[in-house]
């Protein structure tokens, strides 16, 4: 099983991202995002149910980011706009086999490497 994002970069504030990830070796009903900026906690991004659809994000990105799949690849993406320097942190994607979205890094059974952004202002 594997999980591999991309699409990270530097960009200036006010700018999107897009971040993707292809996940390879089985198939998982909830994969999400998380990020961990530096000396902070990793925190939970946006997570998405591969059966209801049902997307969970977190309050201070809502409006900015959207988290959408594709069942067909198995991937999932992060689109990112309007984006802050505050939002500067290696973002992860996450996958667990459990039906609903979590917003727990402890209960996502799989990682992706990180791919980092970066937010100039």
């Known amino acids: 099983v594997q999980l591999q994002a991309f699409g990270g970069g530097l960009v200036q504030a006010g700018g999107s991202l897009r971040l993707s990830c292809a996940a390879s070796?089985?198939?998982?009903?909830?994969m999400g995002w998380f990020r961990q900026a530096p000396g902070k906690d990793r925190e939970f991004v946006a997570g998405?149910?591969?059966?209801?659809?049902?997307?969970v994000h977190l309050d201070s990105v809502k409006g900015r980011f959207t988290i959408s799949r594709d069942n067909t690849k198995n991937a999932v993406y992060l689109q990112m706009n309007s984006l802050k320097p505050e939002d500067t942190a290696v973002y992860y994607c996450a996958a667990r086999t459990s039906l609903w979205v979590s917003q727990r890094g402890d209960e996502y059974e799989y990682w992706g490497q990180g791919t980092e952004v970066t937010v100039s202002s």
């Open positions: 998405v149910s591969r059966t209801t659809g049902n997307t």
């Open positions: 070796g089985r198939t998982f009903l909830v």
